[in-house]
């Protein structure tokens, strides 16, 4: 039996616990990232959280449900954040939480117990022949909202996470898909649709199981919707194309760890770097802001790294966050160096961390600064993405991204449509080197590459440093947080484009149009029976 409208459990009475309730539930979806990685609870963790939002009483207590789910979820996904922002974390999550109070209504209408229309049929030996019609019109009704829900839920929160991805609200960190970075199947799917498609499938499945635990009554649409998810991840599994392997490049990462000053952490690094020669790498890759002065800008510092080229026989990725000699500020740059210095090819990180580089309204928002360890000053923004060619790999062309720049799926899909071969990662999560954030920003990487058919290598100062191959698969040993050292690599490389690539996010475009089509329907539909009611 269907549970009653707005009659939930008893210890849910209190609005103080239900909303704690909320909160918790909102945040189970972060067991399934890195570090502790349960990507398999991916596919349940919302059940609670949409089984509470389907008993709310009112619209505005399933709005309300919504938002401290989702504060829930935002705080849980950054908890790392805590030690540097304090206080203010719980304001950003508050604010960036209320996008799921328009979900919480939509969860409510669709999966909740709408009051039978024209009250309850009579029951009993004397039910009337209309009223056992009202009954079966109800129960196709009930059905059919079953069914909208699984479309329609999910694309509700691809919304939520749509607008909360635009980089002055935080940038995308925490897509539901992006926990499936490690599922083979899943890769494949975000080979097709990105890491959209993925979150798509996952909350389908999430709103089926919650759709079984609360309407038995309806599970033949629930078990439908199962089974097309199961369809789907069957048929991009075995029939989506896979990037044609050409060849292979070798690589390398230099990782120095945490080594005190920037003088320290630059012998450091190029300590490790003689120690690749010989081993013929092509390519060796330093971390973000590897350095505190641009060799562009210092002719001795640009000598000591032409000769490490030199001495290696490959070429350096280097990442400068300095000052600039002709213009006032500071970037963080992506610099190739070759055996004769600075090659000219560089890269402007375009996407800053909010509060971490930055301040966004700073004039409303600087108080940040006092209470954590927020930007004292904005960085300069970088313009356009760069392809570079790497001569000492044959003209081989590589797609930097800086840090938080690996987050956003349309930068590795603009790159790999621009030509490069390879994607590019130079990081440093060394503030945040105890907490989740280096596993679950490592992970990254093989959804990029996996979306693209592009290897990814992501370097670090601190660890984790990761490599990936064109389907996401990782290559060879990963660097934890505990390692100083530099490792090779023999990248595959892979021609071909992918479908994301290639199609983008149709993934998004398909749930917005959903959502519009569904909205102008009821809209039709009130519209006809506010005019019905006129004419009678």
Same mark, same amino acid.
């Given at each position: ?21 909320? *909160? ?7 067991? &399934?990232?890195?570090?502790?990685? #349960?990507?398999?609870?991916? $596919?349940? *963790? ?9 008993? @709310? ?8 449900? /919504?938002?401290?789910? !989702? ?8 908890? #790392?954040?805590?030690? =540097? ?12 939480g209320a996008l799921w109070a328009p979900w919480g209504v939509l969860v409510r209408a669709l999966l909740g117990d709408a009051p039978p229309a024209g009250g309850a049929a009579r029951e009993g030996p004397a039910r009337t022949r209309s009223g056992e019609a009202s009954a079966a019109g109800r129960r196709r009704a009930r059905r059919g909202r079953c069914a ?16 909360? =991805?635009? %980089? ?48 038995? @009554? ?18 991009? #599994?075995?029939? *989506? ?10 690589? @390398? ?16 690094? %190029? ?16 971390? %973000? =802001?590897?350095?505190?002065t641009d060799p562009a800008d210092h002719p001795a510092l640009a000598a000591r790294l032409a000769a490490l080229s030199r001495r290696t026989g490959a070429e350096l990725l280097i990442n400068a966050d300095s000052a600039h000699a002709d213009r006032p500020g500071i970037s963080k740059s992506a610099v190739l160096i070759g055996p004769d210095g600075p090659t000219g090819d560089r890269y402007a990180k375009m996407r800053l961390v909010p509060f971490g580089e ?7 928002? /600087? #108080? *940040? ?107 060879? %040993? ?10 090779? $690599? ?6 071909? &484009? =992918?479908? $994301? ?7 998004? $475009? !398909? ?26």
């Amino acid at each position: 039996m269907d549970t009653p409208p707005g009659r939930p459990a008893r210890w849910l009475g209190s609005p103080w616990t239900r909303g704690a309730a909320a *909160a918790l539930a909102g945040a189970v979806p972060a067991l &399934t990232f890195p570090a502790p990685s #349960w990507w398999w609870l991916a $596919y349940v *963790a919302l059940v609670p959280w949409l089984l509470l939002v389907r008993s @709310a009483p009112t619209r505005r207590r399933a709005a309300l449900d /919504g938002w401290l789910g !989702g504060t829930g979820f935002m705080l849980a996904v950054h908890q #790392w954040l805590l030690p =540097s922002l304090h206080v203010f974390i719980l304001v950003l999550a508050l604010l960036l939480g209320a996008l799921w109070a328009p979900w919480g209504v939509l969860v409510r209408a669709l999966l909740g117990d709408a009051p039978p229309a024209g009250g309850a049929a009579r029951e009993g030996p004397a039910r009337t022949r209309s009223g056992e019609a009202s009954a079966a019109g109800r129960r196709r009704a009930r059905r059919g909202r079953c069914a909208a829900a699984l479309v329609l839920v999910p694309s509700g929160w691809l919304m939520v996470e749509l607008v909360r =991805s635009w %980089e002055y609200l935080g940038g995308p960190w925490g897509l539901l898909g992006s926990s499936q970075w490690q599922v083979p199947p899943a890769l494949r799917l975000a080979s097709v649709g990105g890491v959209w498609l993925v979150s798509l499938l996952v909350v389908t499945v999430n709103t089926a199981v919650a759709e079984l635990i609360a309407r038995p @009554a309806a599970r033949l649409p629930a078990v439908a919707g199962l089974l097309v998810c199961a369809l789907a991840a069957t048929v991009a #599994w075995f029939w *989506a194309p896979v990037p044609r392997i050409t060849g292979t490049v070798r690589v @390398a990462v230099v990782q120095p760890n945490r080594t005190g000053t920037p003088a320290a952490r630059l012998d450091r690094s %190029e300590a490790l770097t003689r120690s690749l020669a010989g081993r013929g790498v092509r390519l060796i890759v330093w971390g %973000e =802001s590897s350095l505190y002065t641009d060799p562009a800008d210092h002719p001795a510092l640009a000598a000591r790294l032409a000769a490490l080229s030199r001495r290696t026989g490959a070429e350096l990725l280097i990442n400068a966050d300095s000052a600039h000699a002709d213009r006032p500020g500071i970037s963080k740059s992506a610099v190739l160096i070759g055996p004769d210095g600075p090659t000219g090819d560089r890269y402007a990180k375009m996407r800053l961390v909010p509060f971490g580089e930055y301040i966004p309204f700073r004039s409303v928002l /600087g #108080w *940040a600064t006092r209470v954590g360890k927020a930007a004292p000053s904005d960085r300069l923004r970088g313009t356009r993405q760069v392809v570079m060619p790497v001569a000492a790999a044959g003209g081989l062309r590589i797609g930097p991204l800086v840090c938080f720049e690996t987050a956003f799926p349309d930068m590795s899909r603009h790159l790999a449509r621009d030509g490069a071969r390879v994607l590019v990662a130079q990081s440093s999560t060394s503030t945040f080197q105890d907490s989740w954030a280096p596993a679950q920003h490592a992970s990254l990487g093989a959804l990029r590459a996996a979306e693209n058919w592009r290897p990814m290598v992501h370097a670090t100062l601190t660890g984790i440093s990761a490599v990936y191959g064109p389907r996401g698969e990782p290559i060879g %040993e990963r660097l934890g947080t505990d390692r100083s050292a530099a490792a090779v $690599y023999d990248l595959p490389l892979a021609a071909g &484009t =992918s479908p $994301y690539t290639r199609f983008g996010d149709w993934a998004v $475009y !398909g749930a917005m149009g959903a959502l519009v089509l569904a909205g102008g329907y009821a809209g039709l539909r009130a519209l006809s029976r506010r005019t019905g009611r006129a004419r009678r």
